[in-house]
């Protein structure tokens, strides 16, 4: 998961928000003691905790604090509640996600909210009670707000600085550890993301856990339960998402005529104007001039004038959770390729996508492991040893899984054994350059494919930039990007390796202008297409910045952030292929990431040939999906305007089709809370 992804999912599900007081309390008669202990788990493995100590004053302070591949938040949170539960002063002090320092303030007086932290500042006068939601606070606020929702007349509260938010008990459950039961109960959140945000709950209403799927928060000693917790949570969510595939999947009972479209050749990278085609049996059954196809006598016919019919989008590089489906589809994108996730997860997803059991694109997955370490990834597939990642290759190949990724503490003496092996079960390899090797190395070891534009950077500095598990692969390309040579023997050359051995470049460069050009307070350029259509939480998401800056180098970053884009450009007339990912916020960021190719340098229609057939063809389903033939599978999306020769019309979708099934954006946005 990328930095900004990992950012935003804490936005976006509400994870991290005012403490207030989280103390444990096993049953009625038991003393509320006044400290309390959290495990936080990433995909599984301990990476933190949460500690809570009641103070004799009355106020609460809170340390939260996990560590993600030498990432990670670290925050102290002092806090006052008044007797509603609602905060009326609050200090959080320690540094964010990217180690950028956090120092936010809330304070509640006369009746007037002051707030301030490093994307905002703000006042308002109160003429009823509202609930603050910080930008750097710790797990314990979504026990503290659903306290006072609860508490509230109406189970729902205004918040600040904008939004609202209702509270409503779904569900419960006893778990148990040894001889000791507790009950917990479910509460949904509205209002803090896309989809209301869970969180567990003893029966006094303190915190007991929290699962977002990436990210997991449990009382000490209770670790062992979290795995039915993410269960209760996931049927009731899934109820959820197939209500609404059985509301807004639109299956014809008759043919589907597009007539007047300007269709998209992919093959020839052109557009063609005045085109009839034809959807039957979940399949393209013609593709002709207007007036020379015939239209069935029962077809409904979608008058396509002044819009382009394109195939469905891909995104080469997701980690996909269950709501991603609906903002892909919406976006246009009707493939999606995973690029790390949890076995079991990533396959039931991609199951009930396939079953139309919730709306969402086609999924290929792709077989994630790490090295063991301080900085491994999140995942529970690390290997050691060359027999390690044999017997890892050979799980995924019996799961079906058509390749494998490769993370940054993978040992190098374990990469041309782990290639070979994947190839001869006919697997592709890709992933990033694992530390104390080159990407040079990779590529004349095997590699298919190399995940991010940056990895490509750290290629030419491998005396000064050795280790790369560390946010160093961010900052000493930001620091150094920018004087790089791309015209030296050296780039050059490895250019030619790259083009000679046909190497797949994933750039995600769209991460990277949020990681080197966001600053606090202020959006990245493409951050500020979309942030007024999102809901308000998800929106504040954007103003937290990017990677810490140094004191004078504002300017050198945004000139590495042209430097990456340059490589991409330069890539590309090298005849290196390139597929499209984002690796962060579905759907919107794909069309992000095509706008970004073609600031590089490269024509719109070649961009949209990417982002279709050529992703196709490199995932090895170009006999299916990718242009718009008869014969082949019906994924297509229909488009205000002519992306061919303003890429950003690519936003503009009116209409998704997969597999023949019709989905309206219109439709879909609203079900999460985007603005159509």
Known sequence: MSARKAVLTVALLGVLALPQIAVSQESADSPVPATARYAVLLMGNLAGTQTTQKQATGEVRVLFEY??????????????????????????????????????????????????????????????????????????????????????????????????????????????????????????ITGLGFTPTSVWLDRELELFAIDTGWLGVIREGWESTLESISAAQKKRESRLYADWARRYAHLPAVPVAFTGARVFNSKKAKAMDGMTVIVEGGRISAVGRDGDVEIPADAQVIDAAGKTLLPGLWDMHTHVSEVDGLLNIAAGVTSVRDLANDIDVVLEIRRQWDAGEAIGPRLLVTGFMDGPGPYAGPTKVLVSTIEDGQAAIDRYHQLGYPQIKIYSSVKPELIPGLVDYAHEKGMRVSGHIPAFMTARMAVEQGYDEIQHINMLFLNFWPEDVPDTRTPARFTEVAQRGAALDFDSPEVQAFFRLLAEKGVVVDPTVAIFEGMFTGRPGEMDAGAKKIAHRLPPQVRRGFLTGG????????????????????????????????????????????????ELYVEAGIPAAEVLRIATLQAATIANRADQLGSIEPGKLADLILVDGDPTTEISDIRNVALTVKGGVLYKPEELYPLVGVEP
Do not use: C
Request: glycine share 10%; proline share 6%; hydrophobic share 35%.
């Open 67 to 188: 560590t993600d591949r030498g990432r990670g938040p670290k925050v102290e949170t002092l806090v006052t509640v008044d007797g509603h539960g609602l905060p009326t002063r609050l200090e959080n002090r320690g540094n964010d996600y990217l180690k950028a320092p956090v120092e936010e303030t809330l304070t509640l007086e006369g009746g007037k909210a002051t707030w301030k932290n490093q994307g905002e500042s703000g006042s308002r006068e109160l003429t009823a009670p509202a609930f603050y939601v910080g930008m750097n606070d710790p797990p314990e606020i979504l026990a503290v707000l659903a306290r006072a929702l609860l508490s509230s007349s109406e189970k729902r509260l205004a918040l600040l600085p904008e939004g609202e938010a209702s509270v409503e008990k779904v569900g419960e459950l006893k778990v148990s550890k040894g001889d000791r039961m507790l009950t917990v109960d479910q509460y949904s």
């Open 547 to 594: 990677l810490p800056v140094p004191e004078g180098m504002d300017q050198l970053y945004r000139n590495s952030y042209r430097s990456m884009l340059e490589m991409v450009r330069r890539v590309y007339e090298a005849g290196i292929p390139i597929v499209a990912g984002t690796d962060a916020l579905a759907g919107f960021t794909l069309h992000r990431e095509l």
